[in-house]
């Protein structure tokens, strides 16, 4: 009984916050503009900082992104609303590593940004039930490693491009995924 309960909660969350989209487009646009970010002619520390700040952007425009799509932030009566915050704010952990980067190693400050980026959506998985978002952490995570690794530094603006480019590659996943629970919702709710 507890299972159908828990499911039907999920659900819940999954239709109205519409599996995150509006976070994920939001990401997607930021990460493209930080690529450029990383192209301009400033030390790595300086446009590390500037990346820094400039995230600051995303909730507003995941806010206005949300109100576009008609997703909800908060499902009322649901015990499992906090969690997806909660999940949010657990990558904030990982900030000392990324200030270690910032002062130590500002070349690959974008490169350990990425991969916390990437690493803090797969519990978005379970939550949403959404394979797309712990294939996104994988992919995002090992990539921008490994393109780090065989890039000169020069190009580090390949590794915000690429985070980018599999942000909306999920989106577009996580749309697709919308559709099909819809129309699974509405055959459902048509049957005896």
Not at 17 to 23: E, L, Q, S
Not at 145 to 160: F, G, K, Q, R, S
């Amino acid at each position: 009984m507890e299972q159908k309960r828990l499911k039907k909660l999920k659900t819940e969350i999954q239709l109205q916050a519409k599996n995150g989209i509006d976070f994920i487009l939001a990401a997607g646009i930021l990460w493209l503009a930080i690529s450029y970010i990383w192209t301009l002619e400033y030390t790595s520390y300086n446009t590390s900082i500037f990346t820094f700040m400039f995230g600051a952007v995303l909730l507003p425009l995941a806010f206005g992104l949300s109100k576009i799509l008609g997703t909800n932030w908060k499902v009322k009566d649901n015990p499992l609303q906090p969690l997806g915050l909660w999940l949010n704010f657990a990558q904030l952990v990982y900030f000392p590593f990324l200030i270690f980067t910032l002062i130590k190693y500002p070349d690959y400050f974008i490169m350990a940004y990425a991969i916390i980026t990437g690493a803090h959506l797969f519990p978005y998985a379970w939550f949403y039930d959404e394979l797309g978002y712990a294939a996104c952490a994988i992919i995002i995570s090992i990539g921008t490693l490994l393109i780090t690794l065989n890039i000169e530094v020069e190009l580090i603006w390949t590794v915000p491009l690429f985070t980018s480019i599999i942000l909306f590659l999920l989106a577009g996943w996580i749309l697709i995924g919308i559709k099909k629970r819809k129309n699974q919702n509405v055959l459902h709710q048509r049957l005896p």
